[in-house]
């Protein structure tokens, strides 16, 4: 009876939810950290307001409304919220606009009178750091990359995707491969909305720039990204890092942060994979080789820096050590070991 007593079956709920909730998995992106800062109205500037815009721009209204950022919840009574938060002051437009009577210089010229991030992409990303570069993860974009190449913000978000049906630009994800392994997609305003509003997912957005990537994991061996299950951004930063390749950690953090077995540490380590990284034996996105090894035979991966394995204290000879083989064959624990000097296991 006593034992009946203690037989504790929420036990049986509650230690596979631990079980699971224990498993180590790919950290995501990091949490947004942006503060909205407070948009005071330029001096003299007339204001509109998002429902004169939306009397014109319904489209834009209507897919604006269901983002963030038409829920921000503007810090003072008086900082600029909705459409001019980021197009800036707009009644001389609205008011221009209904004044051109259909005269199409006259509504040319109204389409002046407001920001429409047609300026240079250091402009236009302005328009959006004001707020954004209080966000850990895009506070390096003015010296990442990308902005240096002239790609800003609005090269790869949409904040209204009024572009579902019209910009050419933007289409659904779908891969030959993609479609193979049944990687659903979802319809265009669906995934805009969950994936940080990207006028494209991932990694197509990236191909579009990227063809010399996109031919690397198209390789006989590669992460799974062409597949879906994987991102580009599981390893880069897009709006920059100070690290190497814009990584999103730093040496070969961004590798084990997956395989966090080989991050050790190990009582005998390889100091390759220390000093040099995983890159020194592995290529990251695809390659001919198995493995993504960077060479075809592991052996002249080895030898590329153990230049003499004859070598008096090597003792492969009296090992009856053939020239062919390879050297993982006994040299398995090749990326440290907790049992053997030369990592023979
Ligand atoms: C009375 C109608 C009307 C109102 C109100 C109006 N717009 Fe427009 N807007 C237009 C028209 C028409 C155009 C196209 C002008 C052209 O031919 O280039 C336009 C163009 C634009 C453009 C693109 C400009 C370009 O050169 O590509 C932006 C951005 C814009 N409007 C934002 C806004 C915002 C923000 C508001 C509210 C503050 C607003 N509009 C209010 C009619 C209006
Ligand atoms: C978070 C910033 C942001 C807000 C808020 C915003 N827009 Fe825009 N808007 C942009 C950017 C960036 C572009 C240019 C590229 C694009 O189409 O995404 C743009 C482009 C436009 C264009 C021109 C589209 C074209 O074809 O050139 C119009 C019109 C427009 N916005 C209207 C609006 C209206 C109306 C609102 C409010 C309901 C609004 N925007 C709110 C950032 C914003
Ligand atoms: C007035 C401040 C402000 C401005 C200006 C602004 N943002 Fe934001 N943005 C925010 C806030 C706040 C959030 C919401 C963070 C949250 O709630 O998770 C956000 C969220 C986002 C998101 C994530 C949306 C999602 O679905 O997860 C993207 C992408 C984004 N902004 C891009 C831009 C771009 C591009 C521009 C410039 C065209 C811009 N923002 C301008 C404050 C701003
Ligand atoms: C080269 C393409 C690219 C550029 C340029 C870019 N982004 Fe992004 N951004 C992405 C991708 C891809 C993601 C999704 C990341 C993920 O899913 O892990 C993202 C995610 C985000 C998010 C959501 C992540 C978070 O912190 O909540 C925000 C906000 C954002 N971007 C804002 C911006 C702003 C602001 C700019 C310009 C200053 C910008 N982005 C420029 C590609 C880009
Ligand atoms: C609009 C074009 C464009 C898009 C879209 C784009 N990139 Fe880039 N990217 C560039 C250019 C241009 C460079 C600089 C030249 C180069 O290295 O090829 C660059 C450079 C890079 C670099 C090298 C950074 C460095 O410091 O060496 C990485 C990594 C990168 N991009 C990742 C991405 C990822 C991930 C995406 C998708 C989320 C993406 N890019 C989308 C244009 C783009
Ligand atoms: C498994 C992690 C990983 C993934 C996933 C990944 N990369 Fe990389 N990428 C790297 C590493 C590591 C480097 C640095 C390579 C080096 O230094 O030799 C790099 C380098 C780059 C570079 C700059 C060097 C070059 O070869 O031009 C670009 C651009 C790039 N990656 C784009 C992308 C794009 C686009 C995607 C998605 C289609 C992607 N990467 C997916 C890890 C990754
Ligand atoms: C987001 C998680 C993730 C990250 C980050 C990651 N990997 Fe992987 N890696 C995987 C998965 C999952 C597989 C299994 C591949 C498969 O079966 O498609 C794999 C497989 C591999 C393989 C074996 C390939 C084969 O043919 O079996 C090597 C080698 C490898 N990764 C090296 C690296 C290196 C080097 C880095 C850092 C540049 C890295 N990985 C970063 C998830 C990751
Ligand atoms: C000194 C060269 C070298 C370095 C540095 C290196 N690897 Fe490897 N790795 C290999 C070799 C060789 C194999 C194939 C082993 C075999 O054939 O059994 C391999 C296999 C792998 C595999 C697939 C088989 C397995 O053991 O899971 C993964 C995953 C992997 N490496 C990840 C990494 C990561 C992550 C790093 C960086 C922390 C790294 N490697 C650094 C040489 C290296
Ligand atoms: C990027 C250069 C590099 C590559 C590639 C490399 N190693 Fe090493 N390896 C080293 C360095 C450096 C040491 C440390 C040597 C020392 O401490 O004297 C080391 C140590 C070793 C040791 C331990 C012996 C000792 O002296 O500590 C063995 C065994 C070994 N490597 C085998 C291999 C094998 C097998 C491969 C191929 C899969 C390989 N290494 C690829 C650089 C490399
Ligand atoms: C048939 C098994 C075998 C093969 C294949 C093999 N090794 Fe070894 N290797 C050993 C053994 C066993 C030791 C340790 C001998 C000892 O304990 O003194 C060793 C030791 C080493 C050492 C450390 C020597 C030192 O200074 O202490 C290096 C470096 C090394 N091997 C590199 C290689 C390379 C490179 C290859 C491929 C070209 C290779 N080995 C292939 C069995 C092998």
Not at 35 to 58: D, F, I, M, N, W
Request: charged letters at 20%; proline letters at 6%; hydrophobic letters at 30%.
């Amino acid at each position: 009876m006593k034992r009946l007593r203690s037989f504790k079956p929420w036990l049986f709920v509650y230690l596979p939810l631990l079980a699971v909730s224990g498993q180590t998995r790919p950290a995501g992106s990091e949490p947004a950290s942006v503060s909205v800062a407070a948009l005071a109205p330029v001096a003299g500037a007339g204001y509109a307001g998002a429902e004169r815009c939306q009397t014109c721009h319904k489209a834009e209204f209507g897919e604006f409304s269901k983002t963030h950022h038409a829920a921000i919840k503007p810090p003072h009574a008086d900082s600029v919220t909705g459409c001019e938060m980021c197009h800036g002051p707009g009644k001389a437009h609205a008011d221009g606009e209904e004044a051109s009577q259909g005269d199409d210089a006259k509504a040319a010229a109204a389409g002046k009178l407001i920001f429409s991030f047609h300026a240079n992409p250091r402009k236009n990303a302005e328009r959006c750091l004001v707020c954004h570069q209080s966000s850990r993860d895009q506070k390096d974009f003015t010296h990442s990359t990308h902005i240096q190449h002239g790609v800003a913000c609005d090269s790869c978000h949409s904040m209204h995707l009024t572009e579902a049906g019209r910009n050419p630009k933007a289409e659904r994800m779908g891969t030959a491969q993609g479609n193979f392994f049944n990687v659903p997609k979802l319809p265009a305003e669906n995934r805009w909305l969950h994936e940080s509003q990207l006028i494209k997912a991932q990694p197509e957005l990236c191909y579009g720039c990227h063809g010399n990537i996109q031919a690397q994991f198209a390789l006989p061996t590669h992460h799974r990204v062409p597949e879906g299950a994987m991102k580009c951004t599981d390893c880069h930063n897009p709006h920059g890092t100070s690290n190497r390749a814009t990584l999103r950690q730093s040496g070969w953090e961004t590798c084990t942060q997956c395989h966090v077995e080989k991050r050790g540490p190990y009582v005998f380590e390889h100091s390759a994979v220390k000093v040099e990284g995983c890159t020194a034996c592995h290529t990251p996105h695809g390659s001919v080789n198995q493995m993504l090894l960077v060479r075809r035979e592991t052996r002249f991966l080895c030898l590329q820096c153990h230049v003499d394995p004859f070598a008096a204290n090597v003792p492969h000879g009296r090992l009856g050590f053939q020239a062919r083989g390879d050297c993982t064959r006994c040299h398995a624990a090749i990326h440290g070991s907790n049992f053997d000097v030369n990592f023979l296991h």
